[in-house]
C-alpha cells in the first residue's frame, strides 16, 4: 500500500504511546530502513536511460493475454503506473471482458487514485451490472473516499441479496463499529473468527479490535470516550486508517486536549500521505507537550516528506535528546537527512554510529562506503569499512562486492577484482558486482571487460539505476571506440 519506497526495504518500528493508564502500540511500517535490493549496493545518480545501447525493441504487437501477463508481472513487482499502463492496453485489445478493469481497479486503490478507481469499476458494472467483485471494491472505495454512508448502504444491498463473504462482513462490522453499534459489530467480528473459510488476516483483524473491547471491559471504565480511544487505536493497528481519523476527530471536538489522541491521528494522516494534515495535527500535540519524543519524531517524519530537510534534523535531534526508542531508527534517518542535505560528515558518522551496535544487513555498510569513496575522498576509511563487512557477513557474496568496491577506491586492483568475482561467483545475476567490476576494468583501460560488465549490469538491471548507469558508461566507452 501507499507510496513504493523503489530500491529501499522498510522496517517495523513499534512505538509506545501512553494512554491513560493504558498503553498503545502502533506500528509504522515505512520508515526507510536497512534495504536489500541490488541497488542499495551502490548508490548512483539517476540519469535518463541511455538510447544507444541495444535494447529490446517496443512489444506493439502483444495479445491480451501478453498485456494482462507483462502487467501482472510489473504489479508483483510494485511497479503500479507500468501495470496499469498494460491493463489499459489489454482493455483496448478486448473492450468487452471485465478482467482488465478489475486489475486497474486494484491497481489504482494500491496507488490511492480512488477516483479513478471508480470509474473503472463503473465500467465493469456496465458491462456486467451483477459483478461482485466489483461491488465489493466500491464498498472499499467509498471507506477510502471517507463516504461512509455509501459505503454501510452499499455493504447492506449486497448482503440483503445473500451475499455473505467473510469480506463483506468484516467491512460491515467496522462500519457499525465506527458509528457506535458495538453489539452489532462485535457479534459480526466473532461470526467471521468462527467461519472457516475467513482469510486468515480478516481475522487477526477482528481479533485486534476486538481487544480493544475486553481492553476496555477489563478496566471497568465507563467513559465512553476511553472506548472511542481505544476503537482508533485499533483501527489504525489494522490500517483501516480513515475509520481512525473519523473516529479521532469526534474525540478530538469533546477534547482537544488529548494529546495521545492529536499523535494518532497525525499517525493515520502520515500513511495516507496526507502531510500537510499529519504536520497540523502533530503541530497541536507539540503545542500540548514540547519535550514528548513521540511528537517530535513523528514531526521530523513529516518534515522530511514534505522536503523540509532543515526542520526535520531538528525535530529528529530533539527526539534523540529526549530518549526515543528504539534509538536506531532516529539515527538511521538523521544519517538519511544529513545526506540528503550534503552533510556528509555528520552523516557518515551518523551511519558508522549505527554500525557500532545494530548490524543487521550487510547494506547498512552501503551508503557510509559511498560517501567516503565519492564526496569525503577517503578511500582508505571505505576500505575498512568493505573489511568489516567481510568480517561481518563472511557468507554474504555482497559483503565481498563492498569490499571490492571499496578496494577500487584505494587502487589495489588485484584484490579488488578477486573479490568481486567472488561476488559474482555467490550471486551471479546480481548488477552491482558486476558494475563495479566493469568500473574498475575501465580505471585500467581495459575497455573490452568494462563494456561487457556493464552489458551484463544492464541486463540483469535495465529498470534499475544500476542498469541505467551501467547503459550509461556502455554508451561513453561506445564512443570511444
Keep these: ?99 482488465p478493469y478489475l486489475k486497474l481497479v486494484q491497481a489504482n486503490l494500491e496507488l490511492m487514485d480512488y477516483g479513478r478507481a471508480r470509474k473503472n469499476a463503473e465500467q465493469i458494472l456496465e458491462l456486467e451490472p451483477n459483478h461482485f467483485e466489483t461491488k465489493y471494491h466500491l464498498v472499499l472505495i467509498s471507506i477510502k473516499q471517507s463516504d461512509f454512508d455509501q459505503a454501510i448502504t452499499r455493504t447492506d444491498e449486497l448482503l440483503n441479496a445473500g451475499l455473505t463473504d467473510a469480506r463483506l462482513i468484516y467491512l460491515k462490522a467496522i462500519l457499525s463499529i465506527a458509528h457506535d453499534q458495538h453489539d452489532e459489530g462485535k457479534d459480526l467480528l466473532k461470526q467471521l473468527i468462527a467461519d472457516p473459510t475467513a482469510d486468515g488476516e480478516l481475522t487477526k483483524k477482528a481479533q485486534k479490535i476486538l481487544a480493544g473491547y475486553e481492553e476496555f471491559e477489563f478496566a471497568q471504565a465507563a467513559e465512553e470516550l476511553y472506548l472511542a480511544e481505544l476503537l482508533a487505536r485499533s483501527f489504525s493497528q489494522i490500517d483501516e486508517y480513515e475509520l481512525a481519523i473519523f473516529k479521532l476527530k469526534e474525540i478530538l471536538r469533546d477534547r482537544s486536549d488529548l494529546k495521545d489522541a492529536w499523535i494518532l491521528l497525525g499517525f493515520s494522516y502520515l500513511n495516507l500521505e496526507k502531510y500537510l494534515f499529519a504536520l497540523s495535527s502533530f503541530e497541536q ?123 577500487t577506491g584505494t587502487k589495489n586492483y588485484v584484490e579488488a577484482e578477486k573479490n568481486l568475482l567472488k561476488a559474482i561467483e555467490g550471486a551471479p545475476e546480481v548488477a552491482a558486482p558486476h558494475y563495479n567490476l566493469a568500473k574498475l576494468y575501465e580505471e585500467l583501460k581495459k575497455d573490452e571487460l568494462a563494456m561487457e560488465e556493464y552489458q551484463k549490469a544492464y541486463e540483469f538491471d535495465q529498470n534499475g539505476s544500476i542498469g541505467n548507469l551501467a547503459a550509461k558508461r556502455f554508451n561513453a566507452l561506445m564512443m570511444d571506440q
Design 1 to 99: 500500500m501507499k507510496k513504493i519506497f523503489a530500491i529501499i526495504g522498510a522496517v517495523a518500528l513499534a512505538f509506545v504511546i501512553a494512554l491513560g493508564d493504558q498503553i498503545i502500540r502502533i506500528s509504522f511500517s515505512d520508515v526507510p530502513f536497512f534495504g536489500g535490493s541490488s541497488d542499495e549496493f551502490i548508490i548512483p545518480e539517476k540519469p535518463k536511460i541511455p538510447q544507444i545501447i541495444v535494447k529490446k525493441p517496443e512489444e506493439v504487437n502483444l495479445s491480451y493475454d501478453e498485456r494482462i501477463e507483462k502487467g501482472d508481472y510489473y504489479f508483483d513487482r510494485g511497479f503500479l503506473t507500468y501495470a496499469s499502463n498494460e491493463y489499459v492496453k489489454a482493455a483496448n485489445l478486448e473492450p468487452e471482458r471485465t478482467e
Design 285 to 407: 500535540a507539540y503545542e500540548l507537550d514540547s519535550s514528548w519524543p513521540a511528537t517530535q519524531y513523528f514531526l521530523g517524519l513529516t518534515y522530511s516528506e514534505l522536503s523540509q530537510f532543515d526542520d526535520a534534523i531538528i525535530y529528529m535531534n530533539y527526539a534523540l535528546e529526549n530518549g526515543f526508542k528504539p534509538k536506531v531508527v532516529v539515527e538511521q534517518k538523521l544519517a538519511d537527512l544529513y545526506l540528503e542535505t550534503e552533510n556528509y560528515v555528520e552523516s557518515v558518522k551518523a551511519y558508522e554510529e549505527i554500525l557500532e551496535y545494530n548490524i543487521q544487513d550487510v547494506n547498512a555498510f552501503v551508503r557510509p562506503i559511498w560517501i567516503y569513496l565519492d564526496f569525503l575522498h577517503e578511500p582508505a576509511k571505505a576500505m575498512k569499512l568493505g573489511e568489516m563487512a567481510v568480517m561481518t557477513f563472511p557468507e554474504d557474496p555482497m559483503a565481498y562486492n563492498l569490499l571490492g568496491w571499496s578496494q
